[in-house]
C-alpha cells in the first residue's frame, strides 16, 4: 500500500489502526514486563497492568469496528500513513534499563493521546467519536502515570531493591570483568617487560614486548571471559560484551607502564627516564586496582592495597632480577 495522508483515511482505516496500535503496544508493555519480572518485579507488575489495560482498549475498539464495519479489518498499519507514530523494534530494547522502559512509555502514551484526539475530530459517528474521545483521556492519564513513574519508584522499597540489583548486575557485567582484565594486564605484564628492559637497556625492544605481552594477554583474557560462561544463569551478560571489556582492559593494564619505553634511545639517560616513568605508572595501576575492589567487591581498602601491591611488587623485582641476571 503506498503512503497515505492522514487526513485521507476513512474511518474504517482510523479504527483499524487504533485496534492494531494498542495491540502493538499491549505486546511492548508485556515484553518490558516480562524482560524485568526476574530482577525488577515492581516494575513488572506496572507494565503487565499497563498491558492489560491495552487488550481492554483494543477490545472496546474492535467491538465498535465490529458494530459499523464487520468482522474483517483492512490490511493497513501504520507503516502505510505518513508521519503516523512509530513504535521501536522490539529487539532494539533488549539492552533498556527499567528507566528507558518508562520513559518510552511516557512517549507511547502521549502519541496514543495525540492520535486519539486527532482521529475524534475526523469521525462523523458521534459513538465512535465518544470512544476515541474517551480512550484520548485515559491515554493522557497513562501519560501522567507513566511520567510519575521514577518519582513515586524512588520513594518506595521497590526502587531501593531495583537500584541494588542494578548495581549487582553493573558490578557482575562490567567492574568483575574490567577489573580481572585490568589486574592481569598490570600485573602478568611486569615480569617480561622489565626482564626484556634490565636484559636489554633498549627502549624500543623493550616497547616491542611490552607491546605484544599487553596485546597477546587482552587477546587471550577477553576470549577466556567470553568462553567462561554464557551469562544465561549467572546473570553476568552476554559473554561477548564481558569479553571485550576484559580483553581491552588487560591491554590497558599492559599498555600503561609500555609506554614510557617509546622515550627515544637517543636522548642522554633514556633507559632510565623510560623505567623511572614506567615504575611510577606501575604503582598508579596497583592504586587503583586496589581502589576499585575497595569500592565494588566489599574489600577493605588496605587488605586490598596490601594484596595488589605486594603481588605486583613481587612481580616486578621478578621481572628486573630475570633481567639483570
Not at 512509555?105 to 502521549?110: P, S
Request: include cysteine; charged fraction near 20%; aromatic fraction near 8%.
Amino acid at each position: 500500500m503506498a503512503h497515505l495522508a492522514f487526513s485521507d483515511l476513512t474511518e474504517k482505516e482510523i479504527l483499524a489502526l487504533a485496534i492494531g496500535g494498542e495491540e502493538e503496544d499491549s505486546r511492548i508493555y508485556q515484553h518490558f514486563a516480562d524482560t524485568l519480572r526476574a530482577d525488577y518485579p515492581a516494575s513488572a507488575e506496572i507494565f503487565d497492568a499497563m498491558a492489560n489495560e491495552e487488550r481492554e482498549h483494543r477490545n472496546w475498539l474492535y467491538q465498535a469496528y465490529r458494530e459499523r464495519f464487520g468482522e474483517h479489518l483492512p490490511p493497513i498499519v501504520r507503516e502505510d500513513v505518513k508521519g503516523f507514530l512509530k513504535r521501536r523494534p522490539l529487539w532494539l530494547t533488549q539492552t533498556m534499563s527499567p528507566d528507558q522502559m518508562r520513559q518510552m512509555a511516557e512517549v507511547m502514551e502521549l502519541q496514543a493521546a495525540l492520535f486519539y484526539e486527532k482521529s475524534a475530530a475526523r469521525c462523523t459517528d458521534l459513538g465512535v467519536r465518544e470512544l476515541l474521545i474517551r480512550l484520548a483521556e485515559v491515554e493522557r492519564g497513562h501519560e501522567k502515570r507513566a511520567a510519575g513513574l521514577n518519582e513515586s519508584h524512588q520513594n518506595s522499597d521497590a526502587a531501593q531493591e531495583e537500584h541494588e540489583t542494578r548495581h549487582r548486575m553493573f558490578v557482575l557485567q562490567y567492574v568483575q570483568p574490567g577489573l580481572a582484565g585490568l589486574m592481569d594486564g598490570s600485573v602478568s605484564t611486569l615480569a617480561p617487560i622489565f626482564a626484556a628492559a634490565f636484559a636489554t637497556h633498549n627502549n624500543w625492544d623493550t616497547f616491542l614486548v611490552g607491546l605484544a605481552a599487553s596485546i597477546g594477554a587482552g587477546i587471550s583474557m577477553g576470549f577466556a571471559e567470553a568462553l567462561s560462561d554464557d551469562g544465561s544463569m549467572t546473570g553476568r551478560g552476554t559473554p561477548w560484551m564481558r569479553g571485550l571489556i576484559c580483553g581491552l582492559m588487560t591491554t590497558i593494564g599492559g599498555i600503561g607502564h609500555t609506554l614510557p619505553y617509546l622515550v627515544p634511545d637517543s636522548i642522554n639517560n633514556a633507559f632510565l627516564i623510560a623505567t623511572g616513568l614506567a615504575s611510577v605508572i606501575v604503582l598508579i595501576e596497583l592504586w587503583a586496582i586496589a581502589w576499585i575492589r575497595a569500592k565494588y567487591m566489599d574489600t577493605p581498602f588496605l587488605q586490598a592495597v596490601f594484596q595488589v601491591v605486594l603481588g605486583g611488587v613481587l612481580v616486578f623485582i621478578t621481572g628486573i632480577l630475570i633481567g639483570s641476571s
